[in-house]
Nanobody, 114 residues
Framework: QVRLVESGGGLVQPGESLRLSCVVAGSFGRIDTMAWYRQAPGKERELVASFTSSSSTSYADSVKGRFTIYRDNFRNWIYLQMNSLKPEDTAVYYC????????WGQGTQVTVSS
């Protein structure tokens, strides 16, 4: 059974950076279409960044140019590099496939505040 474990969140000031990590435990092969989502208080979960194929990526307009999704193919880890963070990026961040195949992990809280 695949288990998703996110980490790397924290409290940062606007303009700072964070790198989130996602361990895809229990998978015996690379999952090409992994993605990052986020859910802010009172809002629905939204897709932030995803692999659309083994090498192509897609981003929500709100994070384009600031966030980068990448992977460690050997360890089946997925990362989200977040630069120039804004208060509106505050949310719990989750990883999953682009279609939400697996049970959701606990997520990692990102808070951007001065």
């Amino acid at each position: 059974q695949v288990r998703l474990v996110e980490s790397g969140g924290g409290l940062v000031q606007p303009g700072e950076s964070l790198r989130l990590s996602c361990v895809v435990a229990g998978s015996f092969g690379r999952i090409d279409t992994m993605a990052w989502y986020r859910q802010a208080p009172g809002k629905e979960r939204e897709l932030v960044a995803s692999f659309t194929s083994s090498s192509s990526t897609s981003y929500a307009d709100s994070v384009k140019g600031r966030f980068t999704i990448y992977r460690d193919n050997f360890r089946n880890w997925i990362y989200l590099q977040m630069n120039s963070l804004k208060p509106e990026d505050t949310a719990v961040y989750y990883c999953n496939t682009a279609t939400g195949t697996y049970n959701w992990g606990q997520g990692t809280q990102v808070t951007v505040s001065s």
